[in-house]
């Protein structure tokens, strides 16, 4: 609900957008009907739109992302930030942040096996230890790392943080293996720690704890927070759900903007994080959706500092299993997608006014 402006309307009409016009009466009737304390409503006003800044490499990728999908698709403007804009601490410039499908580990994804003869991934560690000798590191891993703490940082100061796939577990992991190598030869030229599995310290984690980390360099995973190897076989295209919770709007304002949508069960869809682990997830963290029968957490969120962190599993919400080098999702095929929904709730939030979760 807004204020009618003719500028308004006609970029409603131009995009395919229903609307109606209503009276100040109207609009009144509408306010005292949400503040119902019956209704499982309520009001929010939007103020300020976020600066958005996205975390992702300069050079191309052989894969996409649904967060800059998303937000390209809606016209929301944002600012591409990598490494050297976060060590140079231009965080603070931004209030929302999303970090692409990075591995924070220094392993480059664990692609090694399948493409370290292919000249995307030659490139890519080529560019990045470039970049991590640039800012004064001797590895990639420990540039990482620094990018992780100041990203930590940004949210602990009021930030708002989110991340699909990859990026929240081993942005976790990172964190809990500070001064511990986790990272074999073939990736920093030393072998690892052969004790780095009891040297983590899980108190330096967002939402995970009690979590093993996969040392294995031939295994397309990072730690036990993913379940796409364990899952059930039995868990098809067809098969594949989740359920978002139901919150109260009055008292649970921020996991209820989160989580609206049009459809409460949404279709699930993998990534080289899917899922995660609801076992290794901290208690303190809220799960918002989740595949109840067999332990999958999809979506959660949990504040650390001043700021708030979500994180979402998967890659595309509408490419069940994107591979790499696949073509991006066409939004325009999809435009009332429930998991892209999601994504966009993200941004929304932000632009509200701050209220922390009653408990």
Known sequence: MCPYHKEIENELIIRGVSYEIIADVQASVIIAEIGNPEINQDEVKLHTAPRIAIYSPKNRQPWDDAVT????????????????????????????????????????????????????????????????????????????LAVAKKIRDFVAGGGYLFSMCSAPDSFDVALAADGVDIVDVMFDGDPPDPNAQQKLNYGNCFAFTDFSIVANPYEYEISSIDVTATRPRTIKEGMDFFTLFDFSAKWDPVPTMLCQNHMQVIKGFMGQTTAFNKNQIKS??????????????????????????????????????????????DLNLYPNSPGYRLILNNVLFPAAKKKKRKT
């Open 284 to 329: 303190n963290v809220l799960i918002m959706g989740e595949y109840k029968a067999v332990g999958e957490a999809r979506y959660i969120h949990g504040d650390y500092g001043n700021g708030t962190f979500t994180f979402f599993g998967g890659h595309d919400p509408e490419d069940y299993r994107h591979l790499v080098g696949d073509p991006p999702t």
């Open 69 to 144: 999908l998303a937000l390209t698709y809606a016209e929301i403007p944002y600012d591409v930030v990598y490494d050297q804009e976060i060590i140079e601490g231009n965080l603070p410039l931004y209030d929302w942040l999303h970090m692409h499908h990075e591995d924070f580990t220094g392993q480059y994804g664990k692609f090694w096996r399948s493409f370290r003869n292919v000249p995307w991934y030659q490139e890519d560690v080529r560019i990045n230890e470039e970049n991590a000798r640039m800012l004064g590191f001797n590895k990639v891993s420990q540039l990482k």
